[in-house]
């Protein structure tokens, strides 16, 4: 579950900092890791942590970040309401609202994928939203989505 300090990542605006049950093994004091399934570094993500043991069988992929119960209420928490938070079921409560510098969706074809997150387009169809235009915002401006200093 996300801490009440945790901040928001840049790239996908999730405040869960705990990864999922049956994620691959990972030295998180290494950096220059690379996650196979998100394509995220260990440089960049020091203040996660290894979710409590749960008891399930690693190699079942039906054990998704949208079963269970902690996550679906911490989007409900009102910092996730404000950040327009859901449930991915790979990475935890994230928010939907996508980052500003985020290239145009619109003529992204069913197969793609984002080249940052490995996200595909076929799953997040309809579920991610454009990002307030945020140009001629001052330096140390608020993100209106996230809620963090530029």
Known sequence: MAAATATA???VGTTNDVLPPNHP???LAKGGQTCPIVGAT???HHNLHKH???GID???SSHVAT???ALKNVVNEPKSRAMDDEVCPVIGPATTVLPPDHPDTAAAKEGDICPITKATVAHHKNKVHT???VQ????GAVCPVAGVRA
């Open 25 to 27: 093994e990972v030295d």
């Open 42 to 44: 260990t440089d960049h």
């Open 67 to 69: 079963e269970c119960p």
């Open 136 to 139: 001629g915002a001052a330096e």
């Open 9 to 11: 990542c840049p790239v």
């Open 52 to 54: 409590p043991s749960v």
């Open 58 to 60: 690693n190699s079942n």
């Open 131 to 133: 990002h307030p235009n």
